[in-house]
């Protein structure tokens, strides 16, 4: 064999090898269990999921004002340039406010009692 052709068969060799490797993988990820979250791991997925929104709110609002800024500082050091129609004001989100948790399910022991 030439060393071009033994190339080619260790490139195929190694592909081959990865192909197999991806497919045992995601075949093992696949039958992993879906873990189960107790209400306190619930309540704290929530709570950052409301603070990543309230901070993407912050950072838009962020960035709002700092486009005015710029805007402001351009059309004073160009006078004569048009002016565009007035954009939306920027709107504060305020302070972080946690969201309500709503009251927790009746417990079991509400649930009537069997006779035998």
């Known amino acids: 064999m030439s060393t ?3 190339q080619r068969a ?15 993988g995601s075949s093992a990820w696949a039958k992993l ?10 309540a704290a ?19 709002c004002k700092a486009a005015e ?5 351009y059309f004073k050091q160009h006078p004569q340039a048009p002016k565009p129609a007035q954009a939306p004001a ?12 709503p009251p927790a399910a009746a ?3 509400a649930a009537p009692a069997k006779k035998s």
Do not use: M, N, S, Y
């Open 4 to 6: 071009t052709a033994i």
């Open 33 to 42: 269990p879906t873990p189960q979250l107790t209400e306190e791991q619930k």
């Open 107 to 109: 417990p079991a022991a």
């Open 90 to 101: 920027c709107v504060d989100p305020g302070p972080f406010a946690a969201p309500a948790t």
């Open 69 to 73: 800024r710029a805007a402001e500082h």
């Open 45 to 63: 997925a929530e709570l950052a999921k409301a603070k990543a929104a309230h901070q993407t709110k912050v950072d838009a609002f962020k960035t």
């Open 10 to 24: 260790t490139a195929i060799q190694r592909a081959t090898a990865v192909l197999i490797v991806a497919l045992v």
